[in-house]
């Protein structure tokens, strides 16, 4: 079974500074890669997939995610944040013959002043 | 603009009471679910169809019920609320793995 770890919980960052939020997948076969944002009492909004082909995906407002298979690894970045990026963001891994996603356990991105 | 709907966005209710929170989707998927989430926590899986008159429950443990008995429509019911089901619920749906999920707005469900 896979399984997904975003490795930190929260990560603050200042306006305009560049931002990285990490994600490890385990799993023995090929995968889809997910990053989803979640707005304050809202629902998931996808941000961007990695399906196949170029392992340089980008996203909505800016963002960003690069696969590295030998890693497992599928970050999100942006180069320059925003108040308005505030928000929770999950990573999700689904396996090409599988009918659900794995949610990794989020990352509270909070963007400063 | 959404494709999957949840209502009602806010629900205060007494305990002991009945509620079913609606989740309906225009986009014909065959794979629905639902996700309970605490303010800034993980998502839990609770139930989830993958089509007509086919359910199952999740990872999660729980107390609540769902029915599939049209494509679009997934409502979640709650028999007796108690305060240990205040929560978030979220809702969603999607076609196949490679196009992952869409997601309602969610219900915060609040019990007294």
């Known amino acids: 079974a896979q399984s997904v770890t975003q490795l930190d919980s929260q990560v603050p960052v200042f306006e305009e500074a560049p931002v990285e939020l990490r994600c490890n997948y385990s799993?023995?076969?090929?995968?889809?890669l997910f990053w989803y944002v979640q707005y304050p009492n809202q629902g998931l909004q996808l941000l961007l997939k990695?399906?196949?082909?170029?392992?340089l995906v980008k996203g909505i407002n800016g963002f960003e995610a690069e696969f590295n298979k030998s890693q497992t690894s599928f970050h999100l970045r942006k180069p320059s944040v925003h108040i308005s990026d505030t928000a929770e963001y999950f990573c999700a891994v689904s396996l090409r013959s599988a009918r659900q996603l794995t949610f990794g356990s989020g990352t509270q991105l909070t963007v400063l002043p | 603009e959404a494709d999957i709907y949840q209502t009602p966005r806010y629900l205060v209710i007494g305990t002991g009471k009945k509620i079913t929170l609606e989740c309906s989707q225009t986009m014909g998927h065959d794979k629905m679910y639902w996700y309970q989430q605490d303010p800034g926590m993980e998502l839990h899986l609770i139930h989830y169809s993958y089509g007509v008159n086919s359910t199952e429950k999740g990872d999660l443990s729980s107390e609540s019920t769902v029915s599939r008995i049209r494509t679009e429509h997934f409502p979640l019911t709650l028999e007796s609320a108690r305060p240990s089901h205040t929560s978030q619920y979220l809702c969603?749906?999607?076609?196949?793995?490679?196009?992952?999920?869409?997601f309602g707005s969610g219900t915060r469900l609040t019990v007294v």
């Open positions: 990695y399906l196949s082909g170029s392992t």
């Open positions: 799993s023995s076969v090929s995968v889809y």
């Open positions: 969603a749906s999607s076609a196949d793995g490679s196009y992952g999920y869409t």
